[in-house]
């Protein structure tokens, strides 16, 4: 089947810590997204990726860096810098980033401090 | 900088009556529109896209777009209490392609 797949569903960093997020898709999709959900504060945009070696900043992109070296693979790395990580992660993909597509979502991930 | 408005609620209706859920949305340039479904500690599940003026239906499920009015609306026939979760509106296009979402309407469906 396909879908989009994040792991782990719970992580807990501890401090000074750099910890990754994993989303891998098989969708075959272009484009990637990742965003945080906070209660009560709706998705919002860490990073995202377009195309395979490229990516662009978000809203929220401070303490946060990603990668895009396959198609299929968008791994965060919440890094130290990042003071208030606590949330639950949410990784997206459609087809392209240009269309008028809707993203689909992985199953998150949820990530608390030690 | 795009802005997608929803009433936080909680909407509460009864088991069997229609619920109405309402997203308005700040770029008129704007083309594409989705409704998520979220249930508590879940991801977002897409419900309906929606990309022209008028209704469309799926279901007990009906999504209305009005952009001279730039609202778009989610009616939900006959609720259960499964339909119980967060429902997240999402708006793309108007010179940038990157989803903007509403923070959620929380809709309680009581027996």
């Known amino acids: 089947d396909g879908g989009i797949t994040q792991s782990p569903k719970y992580l807990f960093r501890k401090e000074g810590q750099n910890v990754t997020l994993s989303c891998e898709q098989n969708?075959?999709?272009?484009?990637m997204y990742w965003y945080r959900q906070d209660p009560g504060q709706g998705l919002r945009l860490i990073y995202y990726?377009?195309?395979?070696?490229?990516?662009q900043k978000g809203d929220i992109a401070e303490g946060y860096s990603v990668s895009r070296e396959k198609k299929e693979s968008f791994p965060l790395t919440v890094t130290s810098a990042q003071k208030n990580p606590t949330a639950f992660y949410l990784c997206?993909?459609?087809?392209?980033?240009?269309?008028?597509?809707?993203?689909?979502f992985g199953d998150g991930t949820r990530l608390s401090i030690l | 900088q795009k802005e997608v408005e929803q009433n936080s609620g909680p909407l509460s209706v009864p088991e069997g009556a229609i619920a109405s859920l309402n997203c308005t949305y700040s770029?008129?340039?704007?083309?594409?529109f989705f409704w998520y479904r979220q249930y508590s500690g879940k991801s977002p599940e897409l419900i309906m896209s929606i990309y022209s003026n008028g209704d469309k239906e799926d279901g007990r499920f009906t999504a209305q777009l009005n952009k001279a009015s730039q609202y778009v609306s989610l009616l939900i026939r006959d609720s259960q209490p499964s339909d119980s979760a967060t429902y997240l509106c999402a708006v793309t296009g108007g010179g940038s392609y990157i989803p903007t979402f509403g923070r959620g309407t929380s809709l309680i469906v009581h027996p």
């Open positions: 997206a993909s459609r087809p392209d980033g240009g269309g008028n597509q809707p993203q689909h």
């Open positions: 990726s377009q195309i395979v070696n490229d990516f």
């Open positions: 770029d008129r340039g704007s083309q594409s």
């Open positions: 969708l075959n999709h272009d484009a």
